[in-house]
């Protein structure tokens, strides 16, 4: 199925990666949010359950290996044409993970790979249900 003007919502996985360093984000490639920051994290596929896909998604994105910590929340995401078709749908399922291990690098679907502090995402224009989503794992999980 096309991700643009999908038939059905794609399911995707976020996922929020604190460690030492900070936050793990990834500049995107592809659209929707070409060339913006965002979480590392993509496309569920077929067979994998959502714990699997978060942990594919970040070592293909930036080199980190995780362990999920747990589930954060679920976001609709929709990005309407100029004649309001839906262009792009999303369902986000937004995990918790910490650092096992790998080196950072940026993979597929990421131009850069980076650690952020807290201070320097304000400086990022990042879209509102992230820095909600990033809040909610470090009260959740006491990064």
Not at 52 to 70: D, K, P, W, Y
Not at 102 to 107: D, E, Q
Request: negative net charge; glycine residues 10%; hydrophobic residues 40%.
């Amino acid at each position: 199925m096309p991700r643009e003007y999908p038939k059905y919502p794609i399911v995707g996985v976020g996922v929020v990666v604190i460690g030492p360093n900070g936050i793990l984000l990834i500049k995107r490639i592809h659209p929707p949010g070409i060339g913006k920051w965002s979480l590392p994290g993509g496309a569920q596929e077929v067979g994998e359950t959502v714990a699997q896909t978060a942990q594919r998604e970040v070592f293909e994105e930036t080199g980190i290996n995780v362990e999920v910590l747990g589930h954060l929340d679920v976001i609709d995401s929709m990005t309407h044409d100029d004649n309001n078709r839906v262009q792009y749908h999303y369902t986000l399922i937004d995990m918790a993970a910490r650092v096992t291990g790998g080196k950072l690098i940026a993979g597929d679907d990421a131009a850069e790979a980076r650690w952020f502090s807290m201070q320097e995402l304000s400086q990022l224009n990042l879209w509102s249900e992230t820095i909600r989503i990033i809040d909610l794992a470090i009260k959740k999980y006491s990064f």
